[in-house]
């Protein structure tokens, strides 16, 4: 393993000098290549799919990760839709981010160059393979993919297509290689791999704790989120409850859905009932704290819900007595990815905006919205919950850093 690494790693290095050099052009092209195959190669897709999707039942996996596995023609064309958005996004390398001439008449200027071999790690969704090849090409960025177990078949059937199409436009094949032998010492290896120049892992608190204890190389962490809604005392009830529901039944299985809901005392005797009722008919399970099940009956919260990740249709509701009482709740136990408000008061919500620390904060609208493709991004990487080197929604400039050029003529310092 270590050995197969290696030479993964000095194939990646040398084919982040080619793209490095590499026009809008021939990126876009190669990227318009990638949708083509793709395309070309849905029925084995499909298939190959279906046999993770297979194995995952048969390996018990929960109805929310089958539903981020599963690849059907809608998501395929997705896939390929998405790598065609990223080929008519702005070319982030070379772009200029200022310049001036110093006391000594030197001509400083800051340009956008990739960050070179990334290194992404990935659970569940297959898509993210097409996603994270798209975003570094088109960054000049060469990138080593490991996808989980349960969409071994997807992502080699997908990372097939993506090969075919980079060699039929002359890149090289070290632009976008996939890590697929199983076991987790596989894995390990890639996250020490000094051949990287960053490691993004997108996934839970497992993934997300192997990387701490074994990465050799800066990790942008990414993927987990854990989102809540605050339904102010002067919120539109019908507004809430319809944000609410989007929310967190949309798409339960993803990182953007809420996972709390905060409601103000003065405004729960009206908003829990049609929220339980919209809830109940959207299948969500409610556990609520004592304070709300004197208000609706549903099952009771304990200590450890306000810390879960449900990705399932499970919602757990707490009453709060004031903004100050639901941004402490979120302190305590957001993960700083996504975080809303519902309400008419324009000064709670400027206290919200103000006062919550979060990737991406909310005022009357769904969390469900954090997203690369509705962001103007194309697509993502993942949404970051850090704060360097990149927040939130990762497109392709975030897959850049930058390079001072000094031009001058003669100059020596004294």
Same mark, same amino acid.
């Given at each position: ?13 040398e ?5 490095a ?5 021939e990126?876009d ?15 084995p897709? !499909? ?6 999707? &297979?194995? %995952? ?13 599963? =690849?059907?023609?809608?998501?395929? &064309?997705?896939?390929?839709?998405? =790598? ?19 006391? +000594?008449?030197?001509?400083? @200027? ?21 996603? /994270?090849?798209?975003?570094c090409?088109?960054? %000049?960025?060469a ?9 071994y ?16 436009? $002359?890149?090289p094949? $070290? ?18 791999? +000094?051949? =990287? ?9 497992g993934?997300?704790?192997a ?17 809540h ?10 507004? /809430? ?15 953007? @859905? ?8 003065d ?8 929220? !339980?009722? /919209?809830?109940? &008919?959207?299948?969500?399970e409610?556990?609520? +704290? ?5 208000v ?8 450890d ?28 136990? %957001? ?27 909310y005022?009357?609208a ?7 493709? !509705?962001? %103007?991004?194309?697509?993502?990487m993942?949404? @970051? ?6 927040? $939130? ?5 975030? =897959? ?15």
């Amino acid at each position: 393993m270590e050995n197969k690494l290696k030479s993964m790693g000095l194939s990646a290095r040398e084919a982040a000098r080619s793209l490095a050099l590499a026009g809008r052009k021939e990126k876009d092209r190669a990227l318009r290549e990638m949708a083509s195959s793709i395309r070309s190669r849905r029925d084995p897709i !499909v298939e190959a799919n279906g046999l993770d999707l &297979e194995e %995952g039942r048969k390996a018990g996996l929960s109805e929310p990760l089958l539903e981020r596995l599963t =690849l059907d023609d809608r998501r395929i &064309e997705s896939m390929a839709v998405g =790598l065609e958005q990223i080929a008519v996004l702005p070319d982030p390398i070379g772009a200029g981010l200022g310049s001036y001439i110093n006391e +000594d008449g030197l001509e400083i @200027s800051r340009v956008r160059v990739p960050l070179g071999v990334i290194g992404m790690i990935y659970e569940s969704r297959p898509n993210v393979t097409a996603d /994270a090849a798209g975003l570094c090409l088109k960054s %000049g960025n060469a990138v080593i993919l490991r996808g989980g177990k349960e969409a071994y078949h997807s992502n080699r059937a997908i990372a097939d297509a993506i090969g075919k199409a980079l060699g039929n436009v $002359g890149f090289p094949a $070290g632009a976008v290689q996939l890590l697929d032998d199983p076991g987790r010492e596989a894995t390990q290896a890639l996250m020490a791999l +000094d051949s =990287l120049d960053v490691l993004i892992p997108r996934g839970g608190k497992g993934l997300k704790a192997a990387v701490k204890q074994h990465a050799k190389v800066p990790v942008i962490m990414t993927g987990m989120g854990l989102c809540h809604l605050y339904v102010d005392s002067s919120a539109d009830v019908d507004m /809430a409850v319809r944000i609410a529901v989007n929310a967190k039944a949309q798409r339960p299985s993803v990182c953007n @859905s809420i996972e709390t809901l905060l409601v103000h005392s003065d405004v729960a005797s009206r908003f829990l009932p049609p929220l !339980v009722k /919209a809830m109940e &008919e959207a299948g969500v399970e409610l556990r609520g +704290d004592d304070r709300v099940r004197k208000v609706v009956p549903m099952n009771s919260a304990v200590d450890d819900d306000w810390d879960t990740e449900y990705l399932a249709l499970i919602l757990s509701i707490k009453m709060v007595d004031s903004l100050d009482q639901a941004m402490d709740h979120i302190h305590l136990h %957001g993960s700083g990815h996504s975080e809303a408000i519902v309400t008419r008061d324009y000064g709670n919500s400027r206290r919200f905006l103000d006062g919550v620390d979060a990737a991406a904060v909310y005022v009357n609208a769904s969390t469900r919205f954090t997203d690369g493709a !509705v962001f %103007g991004l194309g697509a993502e990487m993942g949404i @970051s919950t850090q704060k360097l080197h990149a927040r $939130g929604p990762m497109g392709v400039e975030q =897959l850049t850093t930058v390079k001072f050029r000094v031009s001058g003529s003669g100059q020596i310092r004294s």
